[in-house]
């Protein structure tokens, strides 16, 4: 009887465990996206990077974003070749600039691998991408690691990673 115990809350036990993983991902899925915001809810340090980055141009769109369990503010406006998107964290750090770009000012490389993906009519942005590399010496040995605004580490194959992770990476 007591064998039946044990096993009865032990499955009752992982069941509540289960659920509460289940809810706790939905939960943090829910939290992570994109969402329209006016400029009066875009803190003054993000607001103060966008317009630096817009430069003269009127910032036309705002939205808030959440990815990685970070926050992040996104302006929008229109450039010599079209819509321009600027991300920049909640202190106003570039994370990265997109820019729509005729095909004509996209390199011929590009344009053909996408057109081998993509077959014809495929549109174009150019996506600059903020990276900060450090170096530094550790164990004797020269190191460099190469992080985004948000502090994720970027490693070599072009992933921001979650978590700091020491790669290894040596000069």
């Known amino acids: 009887m007591a064998r039946h115990y044990v096993i009865a809350v032990s ?9 509460l993983l289940g809810f706790a991902e939905d939960k943090k899925e829910a ?3 994109e969402r329209s915001v006016k400029q009066a809810e875009v803190p003054a340090a993000a607001l103060a990077g966008l317009k ?3 430069g003269n141009a009127s910032i036309t769109e705002f939205a ?3 990815e990685h369990g970070h926050k992040f503010y996104e302006g929008s406006w229109k450039g010599p070749d079209g819509k321009v998107d600027t991300l920049v964290t909640e ?3 570039v994370v990265e600039i997109e820019e729509s770009l ?3 000012k996209i390199p011929a490389a590009v344009r053909a691998a996408a057109e ?6 495929a549109t174009f942005e150019r996506k600059t991408l903020y990276l900060y590399e450090i170096h530094f010496k550790k164990d004797g040995k020269n190191q460099e690691r190469v992080f985004t605004a948000d502090a994720r580490a970027y490693n070599e194959s072009g992933q921001a990673t979650e978590k700091n992770e020491d790669s290894g990476t040596e000069k």
Request: hydrophobic share 40%.
């Open 102 to 104: 005729p095909s004509a």
């Open 31 to 33: 939290e992570e996206g």
């Open 116 to 121: 081998k993906e993509a077959g014809q009519g």
């Open 91 to 93: 202190a106003g750090d």
């Open 64 to 66: 808030e974003e959440v």
């Open 11 to 19: 499955t009752i036990a992982a069941c509540l465990v289960g659920a």
């Open 52 to 54: 630096k980055i817009a």
